[in-house]
């Protein structure tokens, strides 16, 4: 609760109670003055009303903006984990690879050439 919330039910408050003496005493300006008093103090409370919901979806904007925050530097954390996991992944197989085509290199060498020949037979326009 906020000062105008509390300031706004004192506010009518008071307007009630100069109306309800206005009424009393049969004057109409009390009244009418304690109408007027009612209707600003209900105002003022309605307008604190507001604000503290204006501050209260402020501050969990706040929070979610920076929720949102960690948690895309928690993904982009694990994004570059796992890039280096696939990166050394793929160097050692791509090392093994090598090693084994060093190993084997007629088994290498008629692989490659079927592979450059059937390559070469399905790009070509004449079948």
Request: glycine residues 12%.
């Amino acid at each position: 609760m906020n000062r105008d919330q509390i300031e706004g039910g004192f506010r009518n408050l008071k307007g009630r109670g100069r109306t309800a003496l206005g009424a009393v005493a049969g004057r109409a300006r009390p009244q009418v003055e304690g109408a007027y008093e009612q209707v600003a103090g209900v105002a003022q409370a309605a307008y604190g009303r507001t604000r503290e919901r204006a501050e209260d979806l402020y501050e969990d904007g706040y929070r979610l903006a920076d929720e949102a925050a960690s948690r895309g530097r928690h993904l982009r954390d694990e994004a570059v984990e796992r890039g280096r996991y696939l990166h050394d992944e793929a160097h050692r197989r791509g090392r093994a690879l090598a090693v084994r085509a060093e190993e084997n290199r007629g088994t290498t060498l008629a692989l490659v050439a079927a592979t450059a020949f059937g390559l070469g037979w399905l790009l070509s326009r004449r079948r």
